[in-house]
């Protein structure tokens, strides 16, 4: 269990994939199944995208952050800012 329940459904979601990958596995049906391992993938994939998100912390900005921030023109230094990217 995490902090984030947005990560917890996430991984509930991938389990129940990977459930049905195995079900059509042993059916036999083998176009589904690669068609749910291609989903499989992409929902890790996803739910690690998520994960980076929800722990990014604007007032200890990572080197890529600052760089990040600095070619879109945008001062972390700023509260108004921060305040707009909590809200996100």
Same mark, same amino acid.
Do not use: C, W
């Given at each position: +269990? ?33 068609? +749910? ?43 108004? +800012? ?7």
């Amino acid at each position: +269990m995490t902090i984030y329940p947005e990560l917890d459904k996430v991984t509930e979601l991938i389990q129940i994939a990977i459930d049905n990958y195995l079900v059509y596995q042993k059916l036999g049906k083998h176009l589904e199944a690669e068609d +749910m391992r291609s989903k499989v993938k992409e929902m890790k994939f996803s739910k690690e995208h998520l994960n980076l998100v929800l722990n990014l912390d604007f007032n200890r900005p990572s080197k890529k952050l600052i760089e990040l921030a600095k070619a879109a023109h945008v001062d972390l230094k700023d509260a108004n +800012m921060l305040e707009e990217f909590k809200l996100v």
